[in-house]
């Protein structure tokens, strides 16, 4: 079965306190990982594809990584506007387009 | 405005009721999704459409329909609603050409059923 596990569930920071989150998957086909924020009453908004093993994107103080069975979110000297819940999905083989999405990992970075 | 855009933002109807959520996009998607998100079980598919005559089933359709009225319109019906249907229902548009996958989502339909 597909399956993409996030962790932790939710993580506390102090500003300045670089961390990392985790996102798990085991699939048939992968065909591109994402990773999207989410801030309360809003609707995902994109971060980052990685389409292959070893693969890294960057923006501002994120940076996703990706190996064959997990990504990682780097998060270096967060600020507290990093607070959201980030959420990870992967892109199945095939022409669906269809996302399936881990649970979330609900990030707060304390002044 | 948003590209995405979903109504009612908030709604409170009973058992029984049956409830539309409104999607309309202006982003010129012909791909369009329909998602629930419920705490600690992440966003689930619900329905999916490719295009005004493509309307295909996601992991959980059950007690759900839907209608593609036009490219940029795509609604989800509960013909009788339940209390586990409580839930932040998301519409989301993709774009086939740009081959990324990258869904982008309206701000989301809270709905209690009671």
């Known amino acids: 079965e597909d399956q993409v596990t996030q962790s932790p569930e939710a993580l506390r920071l102090q500003e300045g306190e670089s961390s990392s989150l985790n996102c798990s998957y085991t699939v048939s086909g992968l065909r591109g990982l994402f990773w999207y924020r989410q801030d309360p009453g809003k609707g995902p908004e994109f971060l980052f594809t990685?389409?292959?093993a070893g693969e890294e994107k960057e923006k501002e103080r994120l940076k996703a990584t990706l190996t064959k069975k997990e990504s990682f979110l780097h998060i270096t000297a967060p600020k507290p506007e990093d607070s959201a819940t980030y959420l990870c999905a992967v892109r199945l083989s095939g022409n669906t387009g269809k996302l399936i999405f881990g649970q979330g990992t609900t990030l707060q970075v304390k002044p | 405005d948003a590209d995405v855009t979903q109504t009612p933002r908030n709604r409170i109807t009973k058992t029984g009721k049956r409830i539309m959520l409104e999607c309309s996009q202006t982003k010129g998607h012909d791909r369009m999704y329909w998602y629930r998100q419920d705490p600690g079980l992440g966003l689930r598919l619900i329905y999916y459409?490719?295009?005004?005559?493509?309307?295909n089933k996601g992991e959980i359709s059950d007690g759900y329909s839907v209608s593609r009225q036009a490219q940029a319109k795509f609604s989800l019906s509960l013909e009788s609603a339940i209390p586990n249907q409580t839930a932040l229902y998301f519409c989301a548009t993709s774009d086939p050409r740009r081959n990324t996958g990258e869904l982008f989502f309206g701000e989301g339909s809270r709905l209690t059923v009671l």
């Open positions: 990685l389409y292959s």
């Open positions: 459409s490719f295009d005004v005559k493509d309307i």
